[in-house]
Each structure stands twice: as structure tokens, then as C-alpha cells.
């Protein structure tokens, strides 16, 4: 069985699909229309972490670049430009699984400079950078509550 901070990261798919369904379809035009928006993209498919150490997983995406939106009693709502991610503290929360199961993508500008950071800061490095297949130059680190992140840059066309 998955690790259960990671499960709101395998359920996206769902939701997502279940977001569909229920916004109905061109053949049906009693249905609202499937690019009908409830609330702003910045606003929708938000990845909440379950976490053991909501201070110290905090540090860990701010040490990374994100910014603190909001922090209250055990919950950190973080911001990375327009996107958002959520950390929230849950007793009794097990310990992060030795293999990550899923990864966030970040872009960014120069990854060069943040792989460098992360060196700096000791960060384990799960995945090294490098240049890939699918057209972007990235690598991949591990957070204290076992979600990789993966930074990238694309790859300039030659």
C-alpha cells in the first residue's frame, strides 16, 4: 500500500477524471461545458502534503525557493508563482517511504543555479542533473516527507 501522505498525489488522476464526468459533455448541452472554470487554474488540483514536522518541512520548500503564504497552527500554505502547495501536520503520521512515488515538477529559468543550491544545502539528490530525452535539463531531490522534486529548465532547440 502507498505511503499515506502520498495519497492525495496518486488520487490527481482520479479527480481529475471525475472533474470531467461531472462537468458533462458536448453531447449533452443541459451539461455546463467541460472548459467552464469553478475557480482559477491557480486555485485547482492544489497538492496538499501530509507531513510529520510542519516547521521543518516548511524550511525545506523555503530553502528551495518557495514563499510562505500562510502559516497557522499545523498547516503551511506555500507558494511557488502562481501555483500553491499545502503542508499539513498529522499526528501519528508514519515515516516517509525510503523510495519516492511521485515528484513535483518545478520550471525554472537556470537550473544550473539551483542545483548548485541544493549542493550547497546537502539536499539528497535522488535523481542527478542531466540533460533528458523529453527536452529539458533537470534533477531531482527528496523532501523531509519523501515527495521528490524535480527542477527544471527546457533545453534550448539547436
Not at 499526528?91 to 541544493?118: E, F, H, L, S
Request: proline fraction near 9%; glycine fraction near 6%; charged fraction near 25%.
Amino acid at each position: 500500500m502507498p505511503h499515506a501522505s502520498l495519497w492525495v498525489l496518486l488520487a490527481i488522476p482520479v479527480l481529475v477524471g471525475a472533474v470531467h464526468f461531472a462537468a458533462g459533455s458536448a453531447d449533452d448541452p443541459s451539461q455546463p461545458s467541460r472548459s467552464a472554470r469553478y475557480v482559477e487554474p491557480s486555485e485547482q488540483l492544489i497538492v496538499e502534503i501530509y507531513v510529520q514536522d510542519v516547521k521543518q518541512s516548511a524550511a525545506f520548500y523555503e530553502r528551495i525557493g518557495f514563499n510562505v503564504i500562510r502559516r497557522d497552527h499545523d498547516f503551511v500554505e506555500l507558494g511557488w508563482e502562481t501555483s500553491r502547495l499545502y503542508l499539513e501536520q498529522i499526528p501519528g503520521q508514519p515515516a516517509p517511504p525510503k523510495t519516492p512515488v511521485a515528484n513535483i515538477r518545478i520550471m525554472v529559468p537556470d537550473v544550473d543555479r539551483y542545483w548548485k543550491q541544493c549542493g550547497e544545502l546537502k539536499l539528497p539528490v535522488i535523481k542527478p542533473i542531466a540533460d533528458r530525452y523529453y527536452g529539458l535539463r533537470d534533477f531531482t531531490v527528496v523532501s523531509p516527507d519523501g515527495v521528490g522534486l524535480r527542477l527544471a529548465s527546457k533545453l534550448s532547440k539547436r
